[in-house]
């Protein structure tokens, strides 16, 4: 699994953040600040392209998994320091 598959399951398992936590959009922008600490140029263009498609998928993670799962990912992410803390976030 690569990076980027990873970046997207942590940013699907974000979505569970709830009304009070990150939004779709700030999770998206979180890992693309992320990645352009530590990440590849590709990998961050990739992200930037695809920010439509994370933001999409967040919002359907959090219908799917519920608020409260949501929001506690989410907050994880948005409190990662690295890239890797932030996949770490899904497990």
């Known amino acids: 699994m690569t990076t980027l598959h990873k970046t ?3 940013l699907t398992c974000a979505l569970f953040l709830g009304a009070c936590g990150p939004s779709s959009t700030d999770i998206c922008d979180k890992m693309i600040e992320l990645a352009k600490k530590e990440g ?5 263009k990739k992200l930037e392209e695809d ?14 998994q ?10 994880c ?3 990662a320091a690295t890239f890797k803390d932030a996949i770490q ?3």
């Open 8 to 10: 997207f399951g942590v």
């Open 40 to 44: 590849s140029d590709a990998m961050v």
């Open 51 to 64: 920010r439509g498609e994370c933001i999409a998928a967040m919002d359907s993670a959090k219908e799917m």
């Open 66 to 75: 519920g608020a409260m799962k949501f929001k506690e990912s989410g907050n």
């Open 77 to 79: 992410i948005m409190d």
């Open 89 to 91: 976030c899904r497990e």
